[in-house]
């Protein structure tokens, strides 16, 4: 019997295809039909399911289940999206659109609580007890994985930790509070704040004259000795260890993994990211924390709808 796991994006969509054990056995990836309907998404998804299944030469009968990562909000007990800001989908009933073309059970989660789910049973996390998973790239977002069932929040809210707040006297965020980690150690932001510095600081620079500046570029000024890449990369890391001694004082986990771009740049990242945890956390705690970069690269969405399909259905 096979199970079926689904990332949609809004860029793309991924959908591997496995046996009862969970190891991938066969990947498809195609880009996200535009705009704000749906339609076209699910029939791209399930049309990928369909040649999976095909390639291994099985039939529906031998499909046991589908699990299906996508962003949000979602309404997981209704197994809906409920609005994807970026995309347009509102209210769309993933779930039962799954079940009526396939006639299997469909388990739909967050995004990032799927990769939490998958690095903490199958990869950097695969032993613990308790990970705590953050997603560092354009934004900051995570999941948290315990006796091996995520923790999502009386209400689905849990992980949001990209806005943890790091300083309460700093900058409005979207979300309505202040001085989220998000607003300093994401990609976005610390580009961001490289390109204000760059600004003001005129010719001369890694980053002088260029037009755009994105986080690989402070990552690259960084490499190159550049004092202006290093203050900002400097100040992102220690905001993000801020947030991570708070997670530790909250959680007390056996380890925090990190994927997403930013995370790249591991060895830029995990020494001043554990100095500031350790320094901003119980003292007699803070040598417990352990950090380790994320293991399953582009499979990790897949991989964490299977294993939630396969675990939990």
């Given at each position: ?51 999976l299944l095909a390639a291994r030469g099985a039939t529906l009968k031998e499909l046991s289940g589908i699990g299906i990562s996508c962003p949000g909000p979602l309404d997981l007990a209704a197994g809906s999206i409920v609005q994807v800001a970026t995309t347009g989908w509102r209210e769309v009933p993933v779930r039962r659109l799954f079940e009526e073309r396939f006639g299997v059970p469909v388990r739909l989660e967050n995004d990032a609580n799927a990769a939490a789910y998958a690095e ?194």
């Open positions: 019997m096979y199970w079926a796991g689904i990332d949609i994006g809004g860029t793309k969509i991924a959908a591997s295809i496995a046996a009862d054990d969970a190891v991938i056995l066969g990947t498809v990836r195609r880009a996200t039909p535009p705009g704000a309907d749906f339609s076209p998404v699910f029939e791209a998804a399930a049309a990928m399911v369909g040649e903490a049973r199958a990869g950097a996390g695969r032993g613990c007890g308790t990970v705590v998973y953050l997603t560092v790239s354009t934004g900051i977002g995570g999941g948290i994985c315990s006796g091996g069932r995520l923790l999502e929040g009386a209400h689905g809210f849990a992980g949001e930790f990209g806005h943890v707040t790091v300083d309460p006297d700093g900058p409005p965020c979207p979300c309505g509070g202040r001085g989220c980690v998000q607003l300093y150690a994401s990609g976005s932001s610390i580009a961001r704040r490289a390109r204000e510095l760059a600004a003001k600081a005129g010719p001369g620079g890694f980053l002088a004259g260029k037009k755009e500046v994105t986080a690989y570029d402070v990552e690259c000024g960084v490499r190159a000795g550049d004092r202006l890449c290093a203050g900002v990369w400097d100040a992102a890391m220690r905001k993000l260890g801020i947030a991570v001694g708070i997670l530790n004082q909250v959680l007390d986990p056996d380890l925090f993994v990190f994927g997403g771009g930013v995370s790249n740049a591991w060895d830029l990242m995990e020494g001043p990211v554990l100095a500031s945890a350790r320094r901003y956390c119980y003292t007699d705690t803070a040598h417990h924390i352990r950090l380790a970069r994320a293991q399953l690269g582009g499979l990790v969405g897949t991989t964490g709808a299977i294993l939630l399909a396969r675990d939990l259905l």
